[in-house]
């Protein structure tokens, strides 16, 4: 019985516990558990709100997706009609641009094509022209009849006078006076002069040129326009008197009172004179022909040999070494004129600048001139009779309205016809130049 009270007693103390101690904290577990049961299906609901919501979402996002889509389709429909509109004017003008540009280059090909033809054509007629023409003229008296040609061709041209003007040509009106004062002056007085005084006069001439040449301080004191006339041939005769002879000295003095319009004017009036000297002792010797001949002759040697000109005109070496040139070559040829060497050598040594075979020609012009004629270099394929000769002089002289000295020179690669060449004036009629002009006037 006791046992049983005390089990009693224990399992109502167990209760009493559980009641007191282990039953509240179970309840407020379950409370705390019901409420996170109450809040866990709050918020499914709310998540279940939520998510009908996003589905409702979703499905207007759908349906405006749809939209766009639909309005996209349509707005690409729209621009691929229009891009296609676009792109078929485009081709339109493309095409249109490119049947142009075709035409263009059609064109183009067409006139390249035309003018290439008319080209070979022209070459080939003017070759075949050239062939004609040289089988023709290979009879002589065909070729002689181009020349008969020329020459009527010129007499047509007798009112064009022309009249060149030799040694002076270079200079100002001033200078031009003063040298023909000059020359006036050594008229006068050469007709006094033995053949050994002119050959005198001429050297020493040279000689004062040379002395200027190298002083160009004095030569521009001599040649200054100014009215000191008698110092400066006081001047003259302290420096030279014991030097050049009184025939000299005058013709100095006479050059110094003079106007010059460039001091270089002096120097060449006084080679001027120098070689008149000579020029009239060849004429009294009766040696002005073949003075002038021996000149015209070497001035077509330093043409056929520039190498040669080049020499005699190097300023680079001394002037007698290029004398001393000019008499091997002399030497060599033989027969030179004694007048025709002195004329050449001085004139090598007092070249101012010019071409040896300008300043050659120019004194063989001089040469000829001096004796009343002007010079023509005739170009010929062949010799020209004597009738030819005589003729074309008549008519060279009634053009130029002076007496004419005809230079011939034989060139059988101008195939007929004649070329004239008096001072700077060329006359070309020769065949050869005619064929050239035919062909430079083909079309590119």
Not at 104 to 121: D, P
Not at 392 to 418: A, C, F, K, M, W
Request: charged share 25%; proline share 3%; hydrophobic share 45%.
């Amino acid at each position: 019985m006791s046992t049983f009270i005390g089990n009693l007693i224990g399992f109502g103390l167990i209760a009493w516990l559980v009641i007191k101690f282990l039953v509240p904290l179970i309840r407020r577990l379950m409370v705390k558990q019901q409420d996170a049961v109450r809040t866990q299906l709050e918020e499914s609901a709310t998540a279940t709100k939520r998510l009908a919501s996003a589905d409702e979402h979703h499905a207007q996002r759908v349906e405006e997706g749809k939209a766009d889509a639909r309005h996209v389709v349509e707005e690409a429909r729209s621009d691929s009609v229009r891009i296609t509109e676009q792109l078929r004017a485009q081709a339109d003008v493309e095409a249109e641009r490119i049947k142009v540009q075709g035409g263009q280059q059609v064109s183009l090909l067409r006139s390249q094509t035309i003018r290439q033809l008319r080209g070979e054509l022209g070459s080939e007629s003017v070759r075949r022209a050239g062939e004609l023409v040289r089988a023709h003229v290979s009879d002589p008296q065909a070729r002689a009849a181009t020349v008969d040609r020329f020459i009527d061709e010129l007499e047509a041209m007798a009112p064009a006078a022309f009249t060149p003007e030799i040694g002076s040509s270079g200079m100002r009106s001033a200078s031009r006076d003063a040298q023909n004062a000059l020359v006036e002056r050594f008229k006068t007085m050469s007709a006094s002069l033995t053949g050994e005084q002119l050959s005198a006069l001429a050297a020493e001439l040279v000689s004062v040129d040379t002395l200027l040449l190298g002083e160009p301080i004095l030569a521009r004191h001599l040649a200054e326009a100014t009215g000191e006339t008698a110092a400066k041939q006081q001047l003259l005769s302290r420096l030279l008197a014991d030097k050049v002879g009184p025939n000299t000295l005058e013709v100095l003095n006479t050059a110094v009172s003079v106007r010059w319009s460039r001091t270089g004017d002096l120097g060449e009036a006084v080679e001027h004179i120098a070689r008149l000297a000579l020029l009239v002792r060849a004429d009294r010797e009766d040696q002005a022909d073949e003075v002038a001949e021996q000149l015209f002759r070497f001035g077509r040697i330093l043409d056929a040999q520039p190498r040669l000109s080049s020499l005699l005109g190097d300023y680079a070496q001394p002037a007698r070494q290029r004398v001393a040139l000019l008499g091997s070559v002399l030497d060599r040829a033989g027969g030179a004129n004694p007048t025709a060497v002195a004329l050449l050598s001085q004139t090598v040594e007092l070249l101012r600048g010019e071409r040896a075979d300008d300043a050659v020609q120019e004194l063989a012009e001089l040469a000829v001139a001096h004796r009343g004629e002007v010079v023509a270099e005739v170009g010929a394929a062949a010799e020209l009779t004597d009738a030819q000769r005589r003729r074309l002089t008549d008519v060279l002289t009634r053009i130029y309205h002076h007496p004419v000295s005809v230079q011939l020179n034989i060139e059988p690669e101008l195939l007929g016809g004649l070329s004239v060449a008096v001072g700077d004036e060329v006359i070309d009629g020769t065949l050869s130049a005619r064929l050239a002009a035919a062909e430079i006037k083909l079309p590119d």
